[in-house]
C-alpha cells in the first residue's frame, strides 16, 4: 500500500508539471500496482485528478495563468459530456474500458512526441474571437472519453484551448487544471451508485496526490518541459502496450466477434 501512496504522489507531480496525464497514470496504478477492480479505478481516478487539480488551480490562478472566459465556454459541455460517458460506462466491460484506455494513452504519447513550438510571450492570441461552435464539440468529445474511461484529457485540452481559444501554452495548462477538475467531479458523480467507493481510500490516496501537485508547481520552474514531454510520452507508449498485452484475451474475443458480425451481414 505504501508503494501505492508513493505512486499518488507521482500523479500530482504530472499535473502540477504537465497540467495534464495524472489519470493516465491513476488509473494503471489501481488497477496493477494496488490490484483493483477497472471500473472502480476509472471512478476513483476521477475523485483523485478532480480533487488533485483543483488544489494546482489556486497556483495557476495566483501567477494569472487561468482564462474564466475559456473555460466558461469550455467546462460546461465537458461536465455534461463526463457525467453522460460514466452514465455509459455501466454498458461496457471493465477489460473493454480498459482496451480504449490503453489506445488513449498511445495516441496521447504521440500529441506529446510531436510537439509544438510554443511561444508563452505571444498574448495578442488572448485578443482571439471565441469559436464557439469548435470549443463545445471538443468539451463535449473530451467530456464523454473522460467518463467512459477516466482520462482527464489534458492532453487534448491544452492544444485546444491554445488552437480555438487563442490563449498562451502557460494559460492553457492552468486553465486545463480547471476543466479537468470540474469535469472530473461531474464524471464521478456519474459513477455514484454504479460502482461502491472505499472512501477512506480515496481520502488517504487524494491526500498523497495533492502533496504531489504542490511539489509539482513549484518545480516545473525548474523543468525543462519539451524533456519532460518527451520522457512522460515514452513511458506512455510503454504503459499503453503493456495493458493491451494484459487485456489481449478481450481485445482478441472482441475482433472475433466484430468479424463473426460482419460475415453474418454480408
Known amino acids: 500500500m505504501l508503494v501505492g501512496y508513493l505512486f499518488a504522489i507521482l500523479i500530482g507531480l504530472s499535473l502540477g508539471l504537465l497540467g495534464g496525464g495524472g489519470s493516465i497514470l491513476t488509473v494503471p496504478i489501481l488497477v496493477y500496482v494496488l490490484n483493483m477492480d477497472p471500473k472502480i479505478s476509472i471512478a476513483l481516478s476521477l475523485a483523485i485528478v478532480g480533487v488533485t487539480s483543483l488544489f494546482g488551480v489556486f497556483g495557476h490562478y495566483k501567477n494569472k495563468n487561468v482564462d474564466l472566459r475559456v473555460a466558461s465556454v469550455f467546462a460546461p459541455v465537458a461536465m455534461g459530456g463526463t457525467f453522460l460517458g460514466a452514465k455509459l460506462s455501466q454498458f461496457l466491460s471493465g477489460q473493454v474500458q480498459l482496451l480504449m484506455f490503453a489506445i488513449i494513452m498511445i495516441i496521447a504519447s504521440f500529441f506529446m512526441l510531436k510537439g509544438k513550438k510554443e511561444s508563452d510571450e505571444d498574448e495578442s492570441n488572448n485578443k482571439k474571437k471565441l469559436n464557439f461552435i469548435l470549443i463545445g464539440l471538443e468539451g463535449l468529445f473530451v467530456g464523454i472519453v473522460t467518463g467512459l474511461v477516466g482520462v482527464g484529457g489534458g492532453f487534448l485540452i491544452v492544444p485546444a484551448l491554445v488552437l480555438l481559444g487563442g490563449v498562451t501554452m502557460k494559460k492553457a495548462v492552468g486553465t486545463s487544471l480547471l476543466i479537468i477538475s470540474l469535469k472530473s467531479f461531474a464524471g464521478f458523480a456519474g459513477y455514484i451508485g454504479i460502482v461502491e467507493i472505499p472512501w477512506l481510500f480515496l481520502g488517504k490516496f487524494t491526500l498523497f496526490s495533492v502533496v504531489g501537485i504542490f511539489v509539482g508547481s513549484y518545480l516545473v520552474k525548474f523543468v525543462s518541459q519539451s524533456a519532460l514531454k518527451k520522457a512522460f510520452a515514452i513511458f506512455l507508449i510503454i504503459m499503453g502496450f ?21 460475415r453474418t451481414l454480408s
Request: aromatic residues 14%.
Open 242 to 262: 503493456f495493458i493491451l498485452y494484459k487485456n489481449k484475451d478481450t481485445f482478441i474475443t472482441s475482433n472475433s466477434n466484430l468479424t463473426h458480425s460482419i
